[in-house]
Structures are given as C-alpha cells and as structure tokens.
C-alpha cells in the first residue's frame, strides 16, 4: 500500500474521531444518528487466483440505518487492496515475477441487523464494481519491463456476516466475515473468481 494512501487513512481516522466526539453529548435519533462510517477497519483478504496472493485490505464504509442502531441497513464500501500478483515469464516459464496489483471494490447493497443489547449480529449482500490494475510486459526491453495499466473494472459482488460489539449507543468494535466475488472470468480472475476474508474495526456515527 503506498504512503499516500497510509497518510491519507490516518487523517480519515483523525478527522472521524474529531466528529464523533463533538456528537457525543446528543442522543436523539435524528437524520445523522442513523448515518454510521467505519473509523478504522482493517483486514485480511485471500484470493483464490492463484495468481494473487493473501494481502491486507484496507475498508471504508457508509451505513444508513432506518431504525437508528437495529434492524435494516444499506451500506456502500469503497474498499482498497495491494495484492501481489505472480506473473510468469512467457520466455523464461521459471522467471516468475513478484508486484503489487492496485484493487478497489465499490459496493452498494442492503442489510440486516439483529441484537437490541451490546452483542448485535449483522448480514449483507453488496454488488457493484471491481477497479483493478494490470500488468503489461515490453519485451523489447532486457531486462523485460514491466508497467502497471489502470482503467480495468469489472462486476463483483460480497456477502457478509458480521459480530459487533457496542460501547455506548453510536460507538462499536465489528468483527466481519466475508466473501468476495468476481463476475468476469478475466485477468486475475479467469480461473478462480471467489475470495474470502476476515476484518476487525470500529464504527460509529458520522455526522
């Protein structure tokens, strides 16, 4: 993950946490009690490519919740990940070569949460689009160089199960379960387009 993505994280969590606490002394269920962000969540994500590897992912979600802390949601996921991808030499079938892929997944769907006490369970299914990079070879090079083309997207879907843990009425530690699904047999994804992953974080109200 590169260092302008790192600094730009820290001043999101930075900047979330300064809202949350100028909130903190209302507890009426308007309009912006039901708007949740994720503050800080971070995770796990392996691919079954077997052209990319296990790698960290880095998540930002927005909730709307029709009955404040319980019951149906819709939640959109702007989630960034640098897997390492493994590309063979068509040359040297033993030269395998070893970068990071740049991936976004955009997702939009619906949700249900179900607990009214500390411990609340939550289920989702998103759709939307996977944004990706991928690598071209100049062979007219030596050694070969190797570029990164952005401008690839195609559909991609997730189902979550989550676990979250409230410390007042707006604040929570969640713990997710998820499984990624791409909907092109391109690229990365020809043979294999499912990926699972695991994440821990914490949300609240944004506003």
């Given at each position: 993950?590169?260092?302008?993505?790192?600094?730009?994280?820290?001043?999101?969590?930075?900047?979330?946490?300064?809202?949350?606490?100028?909130?903190?002394?209302?507890?009426?269920?308007?309009?912006?009690?039901?708007?949740?962000?994720?503050?800080l969540?971070?995770?796990?994500?392996?691919?079954?490519?077997?052209?990319?590897?296990?790698?960290?992912?880095?998540?930002?979600?927005?909730?709307?919740?029709?009955?404040?802390?319980?019951?149906?949601?819709?939640?959109?996921?702007?989630?960034?990940?640098?897997?390492?991808?493994?590309l063979?030499?068509?040359?040297?079938?033993?030269?395998?070569?070893?970068?990071?892929?740049?991936?976004?997944?955009?997702l939009?769907?619906?949700?249900?949460?179900?607990?009214?006490?500390?411990l609340?369970?939550?289920?989702?299914?998103?759709?939307?689009?996977?944004?990706?990079?991928?690598?071209?070879?100049?062979?007219?090079?030596?050694?070969?160089?190797?570029?990164?083309?952005?401008?690839?997207?195609?559909?991609?879907?997730?189902?979550?199960?989550?676990?979250?843990?409230?410390?007042?009425?707006f604040?929570?530690?969640?713990?997710?379960?998820?499984?990624?699904?791409?909907?092109?047999?391109?690229?990365?994804?020809k043979?294999?387009?499912?990926?699972?992953?695991?994440?821990?974080?914490?949300?609240?109200?944004?506003?």
């Amino acid at each position: 993950m590169s260092i302008n993505k790192i600094y730009l994280f820290i001043i999101w969590i930075l900047c979330s946490f300064s809202v949350h606490a100028q909130q903190q002394d209302s507890v009426e269920q308007g309009i912006a009690d039901r708007i949740f962000n994720s503050y800080l969540e971070v995770g796990l994500l392996a691919e079954r490519s077997p052209q990319l590897g296990t790698g960290l992912i880095l998540k930002s979600a927005f909730e709307y919740r029709w009955k404040g802390v319980n019951h149906p949601f819709i939640r959109f996921n702007f989630d960034q990940y640098d897997p390492i991808y493994h590309l063979n030499s068509a040359e040297d079938p033993g030269n395998i070569l070893n970068e990071a892929a740049s991936i976004t997944d955009m997702l939009l769907g619906p949700g249900y949460r179900f607990g009214k006490q500390a411990l609340r369970m939550t289920v989702a299914f998103q759709a939307g689009i996977k944004s990706y990079t991928t690598p071209i070879r100049i062979t007219e090079t030596t050694p070969d160089l190797i570029y990164m083309e952005g401008g690839n997207w195609i559909p991609a879907s997730r189902l979550t199960a989550g676990m979250e843990y409230y410390l007042d009425d707006f604040f929570a530690i969640s713990l997710e379960l998820f499984q990624n699904q791409a909907w092109s047999a391109v690229d990365y994804w020809k043979n294999r387009k499912t990926a699972f992953g695991i994440s821990i974080g914490l949300v609240g109200t944004f506003f």
